[in-house]
């Protein structure tokens, strides 16, 4: 897999959730919250169409564990205590960036 089909992927991972996320945020929807009010409505619609294309891929855990981490993701899915997976967590994410979408397209 070629991380620069991803660009903005990697900008939401390696800025948002990375080995310090949890610093700043103290939830991953806070932190997908704040990515949403920080970048324009352009990244934000291919952000959401990239993780389409992720997630298309259908990668099993570890390989998935490994892209992740090659766009800048360095946490356990939130929730991986209690059973989330990565590929669950991803559906999540982009989920969440369409709903907050929508809130600020109807604003």
Not at 54 to 59: A, D, M, V
Not at 69 to 98: F, H, M, Q, T
């Amino acid at each position: 897999m070629n991380n620069s089909e991803y660009p903005n992927l990697k900008h939401f991972f390696s800025c948002y959730f990375n080995q310090d996320w949890d610093f700043e945020y103290a939830t991953w929807e806070e932190a997908v919250e704040r990515y949403v009010s920080d970048v324009i409505l352009l990244h934000l619609n291919q952000t959401i169409i990239e993780f389409g294309m992720f997630i298309k891929c259908n990668l099993a855990e570890k390989k998935l564990n490994r892209e992740l981490g090659r766009l800048g993701c360095d946490i356990e899915p939130p929730g991986s205590a209690d059973g989330l997976l990565y590929k669950e967590w991803i559906v999540l994410l982009r989920n969440e960036l369409v709903r907050l979408r929508d809130l600020k397209d109807s604003e």
